[in-house]
């Protein structure tokens, strides 16, 4: 602000107080920034979690599926 306003005055006064907002309104974007974050991280793990027991479910149901077909194939050959 060197030179841009004499130390007192209206004009150098107002400028410090643009500063001011600009700084708060940066901090503030800031704290918005960190929540979302935040609600992304729990939102992957939910999704984690989910994926999780998909994976079970399909590995029991390719586990029902290969011993029905083995059966099939055991009962043919008898």
């Known amino acids: 602000m060197v ?3 004499e130390r ?6 107002q400028l410090k107080m ?12 800031a704290c918005r920034v960190g929540t979302a ?5 729990a939102s992957a793990d939910r999704l984690g979690r989910k994926l999780f027991w ?4 399909l590995v ?3 586990a029902v599926g290969a011993a ?10 008898q």
């Open 68 to 77: 029905a077909a083995l059966a099939g194939v055991l009962s043919k050959s």
């Open 54 to 57: 998909l994976n079970v479910i």
């Open 8 to 13: 007192g005055s209206v004009v150098h006064e």
């Open 60 to 62: 029991i149901a390719t």
């Open 3 to 5: 030179g841009t306003a």
């Open 18 to 29: 643009a500063i001011v907002a600009r700084s708060t309104d940066e901090l503030a974007r």
């Open 37 to 41: 974050i935040k609600d992304s991280s």
